[in-house]
C-alpha cells in the first residue's frame, strides 16, 4: 500500500475509537474486552485523542499520505472523527450537573450548610484543566504515604498503604479504598489515587489494601480481609492521626460490590472469624459502578451473565448448589433501614457492569434505609472512569468530598451520630 492508502486505514483506526466511546454498546461477545479498553479510554481522553490522531496526520503529508482519492477520505473521516472527540469532551463536561443534582436530590439543597465552615473552605469549587491535563501523574505536595503496612497475616496481598496530611493531624475522618479488578486481579495503588490524594491534600486519612485474590481464594473471603483492615484501623490508625471512630468506605466494580456488603453487614460473624467483637460498621458507602446481584435475578445481564465467570473463580459453589451463599454475595439481600449513608455512582455506558443493577440496588435501599441515598447515573461514562485523572473523574470527586465532608458533619460536627447497628 502506498502512503495514502496507509492514511486511510490509519483514519479509519482513529475513527473506530472515537465511535467506540460514542456508542454506549452493551452485549457484544467476545470483543468486549477490547471494546471496553477503546471506549473507556477515548471517552475519558478525548482531547488527548485528538492530539495524536493530527500527529499521525501530519506525519502521513510529510510522507504524502493526501496523495489521491485514499488520502483525501482519510482526511474526510479525521475531520469527523475529531468533531466526535471535541463532542466527548463536551459530553464528559455534563458529569458535573450530574452529580450537582444527585446530591440535591438526596441531601436537600442546602445540604453543604451542615458542613463547618472552616471545612466547606477547604471544597473546590469547580474542575479546571490542571486537573486532567497530566492524566496519569498524581500529587505528591501536602502528602505523607506509609506503605506496606501488614494488617494480616498472608503476606503482601494482606497489606494496606496510609494516605495523609504531611502535615501532623489528629481525629482526622478515615476513609478506606478498596481496589477492583474482578475478585481476580489488582493492586492498592493502581486505584483511587484521584479520590485519596485529593482528601488527604485536605485532612484526612485514606487506607488503600490489597485482599486476597480468586481463584486462590474464594468468597467470602475478600470481605473478610475487608473488615479484617476496618480491624486495623480501629486498632492503629489514630497512630496516623486517623479517628477510628468514624469511617467511609469506597471502591468500583468488584471493589464497588465489596464497598456495598461492607456497609451492609456490619459486625456479622460469618464475615470476621476470630475478631468477631471488632466493630466493623462503617458511617457512609461510596460504591462506584458496582455489582449488587450475583444471581440476576431480574434478568439484568442476558446474553452476558456473569454467571460462568463467578462459578469458576470467585464462589465456592455453583448457584444451583448454593443459592443461600449467593445471596449472601449479594448486597442487594442485605439492604437494611440502619444502613449508613450511601452514594452510588455508575456510568450509564458501563459495559462490564451494568447500570440497571444499580438502579435496582438503589431502589431497594431506599425503600427500607432511614438514612440518605444519593445516586447518579453519569451520562455517558463507561467503567473506571474515575481511576486516573479527567473530566469526569475531577468531578466525581468534588462531589465525593462533598459527600463524605456533609456524612461526617452530619455525624460528628452536630452531634447527629448514625443510628446504632447491630450484626
Known amino acids: ?19 467506540s466511546a460514542w456508542f454506549g454498546f452493551r452485549n457484544v461477545g467476545q470483543v468486549l474486552p477490547v471494546y471496553f479498553m477503546m471506549s473507556w479510554l477515548t471517552g475519558e481522553l478525548a482531547l ?60 436537600g439543597d442546602d445540604f453543604e450548610q451542615v458542613i463547618p465552615e472552616e471545612r466547606r473552605a477547604l471544597l473546590q469549587e469547580r474542575v479546571s484543566p490542571r486537573d486532567w491535563l497530566l492524566p496519569f501523574r498524581f500529587p505528591k505536595q501536602g502528602l505523607r504515604i506509609e506503605r506496606g503496612l501488614a494488617y494480616g497475616p498472608a503476606g503482601k496481598r494482606q497489606t494496606l498503604d496510609v494516605y495523609r496530611p504531611a502535615a501532623p493531624v489528629e481525629n482526622a475522618p478515615v476513609l478506606l479504598q478498596v481496589h477492583g479488578g474482578a475478585w481476580t486481579i489488582g493492586e492498592k495503588e493502581q486505584q483511587g489515587q484521584p479520590l485519596m490524594r485529593h482528601l488527604a491534600q485536605r485532612g484526612w486519612v485514606c487506607v488503600a489494601i490489597n ?16 473488615k479484617r483492615a476496618i480491624a486495623w484501623i480501629r486498632e492503629h490508625v ?8 468514624w469511617l467511609a468506605v469506597t471502591g468500583g466494580s468488584a471493589r464497588g460490590h465489596l464497598t456495598a456488603l461492607t456497609a451492609l453487614t456490619p459486625n456479622d460473624p460469618r464475615f470476621q ?35 460462568g465467570f463467578l462459578e469458576r473463580y470467585v464462589m465456592p459453589a455453583g448457584l444451583d448448589e448454593d443459592r443461600e ?5 449479594s448486597p442487594i439481600t442485605h439492604v437494611r433501614e440502619d444502613a449508613p449513608p450511601f452514594f452510588v455512582i455508575h456510568g450509564n455506558y458501563d459495559a462490564l457492569a451494568f447500570v440497571e443493577d444499580a ?18 447515573e453519569v451520562p455517558w461514562a463507561q467503567h473506571a472512569f474515575e481511576i486516573f485523572n479527567s473530566e469526569r473523574s475531577a468531578q466525581a470527586t468534588l462531589a465525593v468530598t462533598r459527600f463524605l465532608e456533609w456524612a461526617r458533619a452530619r455525624a460528628g460536627a452536630e452531634g447527629e451520630r448514625l443510628p446504632e447497628r447491630e450484626g
Open 1 to 19: 500500500m502506498d502512503a495514502s492508502q496507509w492514511y486511510l486505514l490509519a483514519s479509519v483506526i482513529g475513527a473506530a475509537f472515537t465511535a
Open 48 to 107: 488527548f485523542h485528538i492530539g495524536w490522531q493530527m500527529l499521525a496526520t501530519l506525519l502521513f503529508v510529510a510522507f504524502g499520505g493526501l496523495e489521491g482519492g485514499a488520502g483525501l477520505l482519510g482526511l474526510a473521516i479525521s475531520f469527523v472523527s475529531w468533531a466526535g472527540l471535541l463532542a466527548l469532551q463536551r459530553r464528559a463536561e455534563a458529569a458535573g450537573p450530574a452529580f450537582a443534582r444527585g446530591l440535591v436530590a438526596a441531601l
Open 211 to 226: 485482599y486476597q485474590l480468586s481463584p486462590r481464594v474464594k468468597f467470602p473471603e475478600h470481605l473478610v480481609d475487608v
Open 238 to 245: 489514630a497512630e496516623y492521626g486517623g479517628d477510628p471512630s
Open 273 to 307: 472469624p476470630g475478631f468477631e467483637q471488632v466493630d466493623t460498621s462503617v458511617d457512609a458507602a461510596v460504591p462506584f459502578y458496582g455489582i449488587y446481584d450475583f444471581v440476576d435475578r431480574a434478568g439484568v445481564r442476558t446474553r452476558s451473565s456473569m454467571r
Open 325 to 329: 451463599l449467593w445471596d449472601m454475595a
Open 359 to 376: 438502579r435496582l440496588f438503589v431502589t431497594a435501599l431506599r425503600g427500607v434505609s432511614r438514612n440518605p441515598v444519593a445516586y447518579v
